[in-house]
């Protein structure tokens, strides 16, 4: 692979499991070499079932994917070669130390002696286990459990990482913890990661590009800001005090539209909302405006877009509601929750 060529490059991919659930419906995906990219979508949008394509574990109906130059559905031997797989659940043999569970998947990539039991030493200082490499790996606590299969996936060194939900389940000082650790295989080691999230926070912190999924295609794509900034400004709501008499709304709206850069102005009963490109900065000329025509307010909040906002606008429905009508059906311990 040079490395102009993107890490996966992924088109009209589609697939109906038996029983007719259509998990793919023309989903497409190309991640730059050494960019990490985030797939995100709420449960059931068809994440896992991409990166299954990916990494070889199941085919398309149809449709073409390539990764790390190799084409997923012709040469899936050089694929997974040439790939890292850190799936949902852990591959981690618990009753083995964390040190045996590296060798073995050494092993298994032909690495053998010195050189193998260097790389799971390297591992293990890099993941911050060496104090635990002796101990089984059913003792460790979940978010040493996550960073041991990160180390298992990368044991072969491969060009291309796939993290399939990697921070599910962990508490948010091993979240955190996690983060970090992904951004510095992308920056310091230029590996190129696919991963796949239904936390909204988890994608803005990490991806440089986000492909929304849902419904088994991509509904947007860009970087978090590109797709925030889509929204074009702030969100600006006023809550307004009761007044002796009726507030003249489209006086108000008309002194208000004529600000630089404050749109979007919409009255719905004693609340106020309205978008601005910069919401702080236009906060006081609002609440100016306001008080000049007899209109008094109780309270303000100045939001910036999220990916929720995105999401919303391109699925039409918010992502949590997406994300609970999907999980309805599923045991609670296999669902997540969006944030
Ligand atoms: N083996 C299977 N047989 C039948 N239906 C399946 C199978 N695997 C997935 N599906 C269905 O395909 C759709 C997409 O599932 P997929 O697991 O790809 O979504 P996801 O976005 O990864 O969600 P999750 O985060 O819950 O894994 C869902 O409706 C799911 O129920």
């Given at each position: 692979m040079t490395t102009h060529a993107p890490a996966v490059e992924a088109h009209d991919l589609t697939k109906t499991y038996p029983?007719?659930?259509?998990?793919?419906?023309g989903m497409a995906v190309t991640v730059a070499a050494g960019t990490v990219f985030g797939l995100l979508?709420?449960?059931?949008?068809g994440k896992s079932t991409t990166v299954k394509i990916l990494t070889t574990l199941a085919r398309p109906d149809s449709g073409t994917a390539a990764v790390a130059g190799h084409d997923a559905l012709r040469h899936p031997d050089r694929v997974r070669r040439a790939i890292g797989v850190v799936a949902q659940?852990?591959?981690?043999?618990?009753?083995?130390t964390g040190r045996e569970n590296l060798l073995l998947q050494g092993r298994l990539y032909g690495l053998r002696g010195t050189a193998l039991a260097r790389r799971a030493d390297e591992l293990l200082a890099r993941f911050d286990l060496t104090g635990a490499?002796?101990?089984?790996?059913?003792?460790?606590?979940g978010g040493m459990q996550r960073r041991l299969d990160v180390a298992l996936g990368l044991v072969h060194r491969p060009q291309v990482l796939f993290l399939d939900?990697?921070?599910?389940?962990?508490?948010p000082e091993a979240r955190t913890a996690m983060w970090e650790e992904i951004s510095r295989l992308a920056g310091d080691e230029g590996l190129s990661i696919l991963l796949t999230t239904h936390y909204l926070e988890e994608a803005d912190r990490l991806a440089e590009r986000i492909a929304i999924v849902d419904r088994g295609r991509v509904v947007a794509e860009g970087t978090p800001d590109e797709l925030k900034g889509e929204l074009r400004g702030d969100a600006v709501h006023m809550e307004l005090r009761e007044t002796p008499g009726p507030v003249d709304a489209q006086l108000l709206r008309a002194a208000l539209d004529s600000?630089?850069?404050?749109?979007e102005v919409v009255f719905d009963g004693r609340r106020l909302s309205a978008r601005a490109d910069d919401g702080p900065a236009a906060v006081p000329h609002v609440l100016a405006v306001l008080e000049r025509e007899g209109a008094h307010v109780a309270s303000v909040t100045v939001a910036r877009p999220s990916l929720d906002d995105v999401y919303l606008r391109y699925a039409g429905r918010r992502f949590a509601e997406a994300d609970a009508a999907a999980t309805a059906s599923v045991p609670a311990a296999a669902a997540g929750g969006a944030r």
């Open positions: 029983g007719g659930v259509t998990a793919l419906d979508g709420p449960n059931g949008a659940k852990s591959g981690a043999d618990p009753v083995a490499a002796g101990r089984l790996v059913r003792t460790y606590s939900e990697p921070t599910t389940g962990l508490d600000f630089a850069g404050v749109r």
